[in-house]
């Protein structure tokens, strides 16, 4: 078992930035692909960012070159730098881990989101 804890999460200004971060625990090994999503209310939860353990990364077209994820696989923690933040960005952002089982087995985790709010 993986347990996801987030941080970060708040208030902030439109243009603002902020910095999300996902701590991994448990059973960590051969954690391969960790990433973010969010769920805006009323909406389904849409994929923002994704990095494997060899830092390839994946961004949704709204926020790329506004965040970075990034990456600590000696902490097993996943960042998310979020810059010129807009009210759209608003949303539950959720940590996500993808687990190799071996096989053709992976292992799905989330952790249990964190509140982000862009609003003047």
């Known amino acids: 078992q993986v347990q996801l804890v987030e941080s970060g999460g708040g208030l902030v200004q439109p243009g603002g930035s902020l910095r999300l971060s996902c701590a991994a625990s448990?059973?960590?090994?051969?954690?391969?692909?960790m990433g973010w999503y969010r769920q805006a209310p009323g909406k389904q939860r849409d994929l923002v960012a994704t990095?494997?353990?060899?830092?390839?990364?994946n961004y949704a077209d709204s926020v790329k070159g506004r965040f970075t994820i990034s990456r600590d696989n000696a902490k097993n923690t996943v960042y998310l730098q979020m810059n010129s933040l807009k009210p759209e960005d608003t949303a539950v952002y959720y940590c996500?881990?993808?687990?190799?089982?071996?096989?053709?087995?992976?292992?799905?985790?989330w952790g249990q989101g964190t509140q982000v709010t862009v609003s003047s």
């Open positions: 448990g059973s960590t090994f051969s954690i391969d692909t």
């Open positions: 996500n881990a993808n687990q190799y089982a071996g096989g053709a087995t992976f292992y799905n985790y």
């Open positions: 990095i494997t353990s060899g830092g390839r990364t």
